[in-house]
Protein backbone atom coordinates (compact mmCIF):
# COMPACT_ATOMS: atom_id res chain seq x y z
CA UNK A 1 0.00 0.00 0.00
CA UNK A 2 0.78 3.95 -0.73
CA UNK A 3 0.10 6.11 1.88
CA UNK A 4 0.35 10.07 1.71
CA UNK A 5 1.08 11.72 4.91
CA UNK A 6 0.20 15.92 4.37
CA UNK A 7 1.55 18.28 6.68
CA UNK A 8 1.41 22.27 6.98
CA UNK A 9 -2.18 23.88 6.60
CA UNK A 10 -3.62 26.35 9.10
CA UNK A 11 -4.81 29.61 9.27
CA UNK A 12 -3.21 32.71 7.17
CA UNK A 13 -4.11 36.27 6.83
CA UNK A 14 -4.77 37.47 3.62
CA UNK A 15 -1.33 38.30 1.42
CA UNK A 16 0.58 35.60 4.14
CA UNK A 17 2.19 32.73 2.74
CA UNK A 18 1.98 28.75 3.71
CA UNK A 19 3.54 25.42 3.11
CA UNK A 20 2.30 22.30 2.39
CA UNK A 21 3.91 19.15 2.30
CA UNK A 22 3.18 15.78 1.47
CA UNK A 23 5.65 12.49 1.88
CA UNK A 24 4.75 8.97 0.01
CA UNK A 25 5.15 6.01 2.00
CA UNK A 26 5.02 2.40 1.15
CA UNK A 27 5.94 -0.57 -1.05
CA UNK A 28 7.11 1.98 -3.65
CA UNK A 29 9.00 1.04 -7.44
CA UNK A 30 8.39 4.34 -8.46
CA UNK A 31 5.96 7.83 -8.58
CA UNK A 32 5.53 9.72 -11.97
CA UNK A 33 3.29 12.91 -11.58
CA UNK A 34 2.65 14.53 -8.28
CA UNK A 35 0.17 17.25 -7.65
CA UNK A 36 -1.96 19.16 -5.49
CA UNK A 37 -5.72 19.48 -6.02
CA UNK A 38 -8.11 21.52 -3.38
CA UNK A 39 -11.93 21.27 -2.77
CA UNK A 40 -13.84 24.65 -1.21
CA UNK A 41 -16.61 24.13 0.45
CA UNK A 42 -19.67 23.41 -1.61
CA UNK A 43 -17.56 23.15 -4.59
CA UNK A 44 -15.80 19.85 -6.69
CA UNK A 45 -12.18 19.32 -6.19
CA UNK A 46 -9.44 21.02 -8.48
CA UNK A 47 -6.52 20.70 -10.01
CA UNK A 48 -3.90 23.33 -8.56
CA UNK A 49 -0.39 22.39 -9.62
CA UNK A 50 1.08 19.27 -10.74
CA UNK A 51 5.16 18.24 -11.72
CA UNK A 52 6.33 15.28 -13.72
CA UNK A 53 9.07 13.35 -12.33
CA UNK A 54 11.17 15.58 -14.97
CA UNK A 55 10.43 18.71 -12.72
CA UNK A 56 7.78 19.89 -15.72
CA UNK A 57 4.84 21.74 -14.14
CA UNK A 58 1.47 23.23 -14.62
CA UNK A 59 -0.71 25.17 -12.72
CA UNK A 60 -4.59 26.41 -12.55
CA UNK A 61 -5.09 29.79 -14.02
CA UNK A 62 -6.19 31.16 -10.35
CA UNK A 63 -2.58 30.23 -8.79
CA UNK A 64 -0.18 30.88 -11.46
CA UNK A 65 2.42 33.54 -10.22
CA UNK A 66 1.63 32.74 -6.75
CA UNK A 67 2.13 28.99 -5.95
CA UNK A 68 5.11 26.95 -6.54
CA UNK A 69 4.96 23.29 -6.47
CA UNK A 70 8.26 21.41 -5.96
CA UNK A 71 9.28 17.39 -5.55
CA UNK A 72 11.99 15.59 -3.66
CA UNK A 73 12.41 12.54 -5.75
CA UNK A 74 14.78 10.77 -3.10
CA UNK A 75 12.52 11.51 -0.62
CA UNK A 76 8.95 11.23 -2.29
CA UNK A 77 7.99 14.20 -1.43
CA UNK A 78 5.85 17.35 -3.11
CA UNK A 79 5.71 20.31 -1.67
CA UNK A 80 3.30 23.52 -2.35
CA UNK A 81 4.68 27.07 -1.36
CA UNK A 82 2.02 29.34 -1.11
CA UNK A 83 2.14 33.04 -1.13
CA UNK A 84 0.35 36.01 -1.80
CA UNK A 85 -2.88 33.60 0.13
CA UNK A 86 -6.40 35.31 -0.92
CA UNK A 87 -9.46 34.61 0.35
CA UNK A 88 -10.48 32.47 -2.13
CA UNK A 89 -7.69 29.99 -2.04
CA UNK A 90 -9.40 28.97 1.18
CA UNK A 91 -9.73 24.79 0.91
CA UNK A 92 -8.94 21.40 1.66
CA UNK A 93 -5.69 20.92 0.00
CA UNK A 94 -5.08 17.25 -1.30
CA UNK A 95 -1.89 15.63 -2.52
CA UNK A 96 -2.09 13.41 -5.33
CA UNK A 97 0.64 11.07 -6.33
CA UNK A 98 0.48 8.26 -9.42
CA UNK A 99 2.78 5.70 -8.13
CA UNK A 100 4.02 2.09 -9.34
CA UNK A 101 4.14 -0.49 -6.24
CA UNK A 102 6.68 -3.28 -5.85
CA UNK A 103 5.75 -6.15 -7.71
CA UNK A 104 2.61 -4.02 -9.99
CA UNK A 105 2.72 -3.52 -13.42
CA UNK A 106 0.71 -0.34 -13.53
CA UNK A 107 0.23 2.91 -11.78
CA UNK A 108 -2.30 3.74 -9.56
CA UNK A 109 -3.55 7.10 -8.01
CA UNK A 110 -3.07 7.40 -4.66
CA UNK A 111 -4.95 10.78 -2.68
CA UNK A 112 -3.66 12.31 0.78
CA UNK A 113 -6.50 12.28 3.65
CA UNK A 114 -6.65 16.75 2.85
CA UNK A 115 -5.18 19.47 5.04
CA UNK A 116 -7.23 22.67 5.69
CA UNK A 117 -6.39 26.01 4.44
CA UNK A 118 -8.62 29.19 5.80
CA UNK A 119 -7.20 32.68 4.46
CA UNK A 120 -8.98 35.31 6.46
CA UNK A 121 -8.39 38.20 8.44
Known amino acids: QVQLVESGGGLVQPGGSLRLSCAATGNIFTIGLMGWYRQASGKERELVAT???????NYAVSVKGRFTVSRDNAKNTVDLQMNSLKPEDTAVYFCNVWARRVGDLSSYAYWGQGTQVTVSS
Open 51 to 57: ITSGAST
